[in-house]
């Protein structure tokens, strides 16, 4: 047991699914020689060659073309999006026919889509959001954001395996940051399943990716007050785990929902939503949601600080929401 | 033959291309017949629309078939095509029966999409090798480049041919996506059909340059220019971009020069269209023409015709019948299928050997040759734009020499 960077767990899992399956090849901007914007791609190039390891064009929408052509003939390419806010540049390409490919005319599209996403790191408007919403609402993608090196490694390998298009979110405030021990060999994580990263009776704190972090602190501080926060990883938007939100909800009754995409059309209202529609009758307290403003993501730090969820904001949310 | 691009403009009744290369009676038969089928599919489908069976939108390609039929015929059944709405010829000469086309606009629970979608928005992964269009233009590009890579990545020298019309020509896709394939050199063929109006908008008022093949050159690729109403033309035009991609030189830009002779769709009636500009198409209409010209050589004789005919309608009859007998789909399959579970239809037909592209094989340097020190002197990379692996093979001796030099459509070096 080695320990790994998220970013490094990400890379493990397209050197080993590239030796495994030679359907599989990247493609992208600056992949190849350069290893990437961040350098998850490194070495795939003098390990795979050119033909496996394409460098691009500046041209988002002819990466998601080409890589669902390339799909139609069997191979699972995996796309790379320089930073997840030029996903708007293929917006179209993803969401008319990568996403309807197999509804409409049943040719399924397996391929994958990593992005680096996420704040926190003073990127400025377009190289911070967290545009998840826009394809969770896309009927036919996939959406995966993890937040631990070792649910990062083995999603992705969920992902270049399924045969449906799979997006995957990279925070990349989490690349370096976190550390986990991951296993020797070649495991896999299951797309649709939330993981319940700490248990408690009081209430539930329901998040993703790097936030998923921030509640595991904040619940560390209510726990010193007497308030035991489980704490739920949804790890996959798209197809969401509701049972693993339900089962949690049942034995706390009451749900707070943290994410770092902006309020209004979040996840955090359709879980809300949810609850609502399901389990009604689980709710001893108010839905309660933790969520960046709905405004385009500052350069400025304090701008962007006051934009994201901070801890406090998590443990003050938390805190209310127990008493009530 | 095909008169190639220069940076003249042309004449447009210049361009009337005759064919050079031989070509068998049979061949000139079955391109008569498919033109014909296109049209009397497509006149059925009028008088469906006109009782309110077809339930949805119709496109005409009337006076276009010759471009379908014509490039599709250049094809084998390995290569791929990707239809637009005005290419039901293409999809009967793949092989689609008329069935599946009527079934398709009608809704029905028999059609390729199951009543999911209409018009030609369906495709065949695994026998046809057709790749289904959307709605918006372009974007065919970019996909049917990706077919061709993938297609050379396994070793099957397959060519991918799709359709833009004049308007489609202005989007960002098609720029993305043709600048790619002349990138990677793909097997890509792009039929840009000039019929003249885009929905409304004539041509001159989309563009300003008289010939949209005029294009091709920025991005370092070859042209040709063919008359689309001369099925023969467009027909010999496509077998040379076919050789030319299996031999490595692709992408291929065909621009054929045409007339759209109905409206957008059946609701619009084109009253903006100038009524002797449909006249003097009227009179070059490529199966009446083309008709002439077979009778004239002798090749269709009046038994032919009658034989030819009475075969299209024939199946005309019997697939209109089995469409219109067809239930609609059950309500509950709306909320089917939206992931797909279970084995992929098509897995990779490798053509070459798979140890070719799998480890060990390390010998790639992750380093650029970018030729000089950029000086912008003729000859550097922006003259001669290369694929992938075979930049590696070409410039400098990144890659493994061995490995590209048994591709079958590798580019030849210094191509003029």
């Not at chain 1, 179209?92 to 026919?97: A, E, G, I, K, V």
């Not at chain 2, 014509?70 to 010829?89: F, Q, S, V």
């Not at chain 2, 063929?189 to 093949?213: F, K, M």
Request: with cysteine; glycine share 8%.
């Amino acid at each position: 047991m080695a320990q790994t960077t998220l970013l490094e767990g990400i890379r493990q899992a397209l050197f080993e699914e590239m030796e495994r399956d030679p359907a599989v090849v990247c493609i992208g901007e600056d992949i190849g020689v350069y290893g990437g914007a961040f350098k998850v791609t490194a070495g795939l190039l003098e390990r795979f060659g050119w033909e496996r390891v394409i460098d691009t064009p500046i041209s988002e929408t002819a990466i998601i073309g080409a890589a669902c052509g390339m799909s139609y003939l069997g191979l699972r390419p995996v796309c790379e999006l320089q930073f997840v806010d030029f996903i708007a540049c293929c917006f179209n390409q993803l969401t008319n026919f990568v996403a309807k490919s197999f509804y409409l005319w049943g040719a399924p599209v397996p391929m994958v889509v990593r992005a680096p996403s996420g704040g926190g790191v003073h990127g400025g408007p377009f190289h911070s959001q967290n545009p998840e919403m826009y394809f969770a609402h896309t009927p036919g993608l996939k959406v995966v954001y993890p937040s631990t090196p070792y649910d990062a490694k083995g999603l992705m390998k969920s992902a270049i395996r399924d045969n449906n298009p799979v997006l995957f979110f990279e925070h990349k405030a989490l690349y370096r940051r976190i550390k986990d021990e991951i296993p020797a060999g070649d495991y896999t994580v299951p797309i649709g399943k939330a993981a319940v990263r700490r248990e408690g009776r009081d209430l539930t704190i329901v998040s993703y990716a790097a936030l998923a972090h921030t509640c595991m602190d904040a619940a560390a501080e209510l726990a010193k007050e007497g308030i035991e926060a489980e704490v739920l990883d949804l790890r996959t938007i798209q197809p969401l785990d509701k049972d693993s939100i339900l089962a949690s909800l049942k034995k706390t009754n009451r749900l707070l929902i943290v994410h770092e995409d902006t309020r209004f059309g979040g996840v955090a209202g359709e879980i809300a939503a949810i609850v609502f529609e399901k389990a009604f009758d689980d709710l001893d307290a108010p839905v309660r949601r933790v969520t960046s403003l709905d405004t385009p993501v500052p350069y400025s730090p304090p701008l962007e600080e006051r934009f994201l969820p901070q801890l406090k904001d998590v443990v003050v949310a938390a805190r209310e929401l127990a008493r009530y | 033959m095909a008169c190639p691009i220069s940076a003249t403009t042309h004449e447009f009744e210049a361009l009337v291309t005759h064919a050079t290369t031989a070509i068998t009676p049979d061949q000139q038969l079955d391109l008569y017949r498919f033109m014909l089928l296109d049209r009397i599919v497509e006149d059925t489908m009028t008088k469906l629309f006109r009782q309110n069976i077809i339930v949805g939108g119709l496109y005409s390609s009337l006076g276009q078939e010759a471009i379908s039929v014509g490039t599709t015929y250049a094809l084998e059944k390995r290569d791929w095509i990707a239809p637009m709405i005005r290419n039901i010829g293409g999809l009967l000469v793949k092989g689609v029966r008329p069935r599946d086309i009527f079934t398709q606009h009608m809704a029905r629970y028999t059609s390729p999409t199951l009543g999911k979608d209409g018009t030609s928005h369906f495709g065949d992964l695994k026998n046809l090798h057709i790749v289904s269009p959307i709605s918006m233009l372009g974007d065919l590009i970019p996909v049917m480049t990706g077919v061709a890579m993938a297609g050379r990545y396994l070793g099957q020298n397959v060519v991918a041919l799709t359709w833009i019309g004049d308007g489609g020509t202005s989007t960002g896709a098609f720029h993305e996506g043709l600048n790619l394939a002349a990138q990677q050199r793909a097997s890509l063929i792009l039929v840009i059909e000039n019929n003249q109006w885009a929905y409304s908008t004539p041509v001159g008022r989309q563009v300003p340059i008289t010939d949209l093949a005029d294009r091709a050159k920025a991005y370092g690729c070859q042209a040709f220019i063919v008359d689309g109403n001369d099925v023969e033309a467009v027909f010999n035009t496509s077998r040379e971009a076919v050789r030319l991609c299996r031999a490595g030189q692709g992408p291929i830009v065909m621009e054929a020069k045409t007339m759209r002779m109905r409206g957008h769709a059946q609701h619009d009636s084109a009253e903006y269209v100038p009524k002797d500009m449909f006249d003097y198409w009227k009179r070059r209409d490529p199966i009446d023409t083309y008709e002439k010209r077979l009778t004239d050589a002798g090749v269709l004789t009046a038994k032919k015709k009658a034989e030819i005919l009475a075969g299209i309608n024939a199946v005309i009859e019997e697939d209109r019948a089995f469409a219109e007998s067809s239930p609609f789909p059950p309500p509950e399959l709306a909320e089917s299928a939206i992931y797909h579970e279970g084995p992929l239809p098509i897995e990779p037909q490798w053509k070459r050997p798979i140890a070719e592209v799998t480890p060990p094989r390390s010998s790639v340097k992750s380093v650029w040759n970018v030729g000089g020190n950029g000086e912008f002197k003729s000859g550097d990379g922006a003259k001669e734009p290369a694929p992938a692996q075979a930049s590696a093979a070409n410039s400098g001796g990144n890659g493994d020499k061995r490995a590209a030099a048994k591709r079958p459509a590798k580019p030849a070096r210094g191509r003029k």
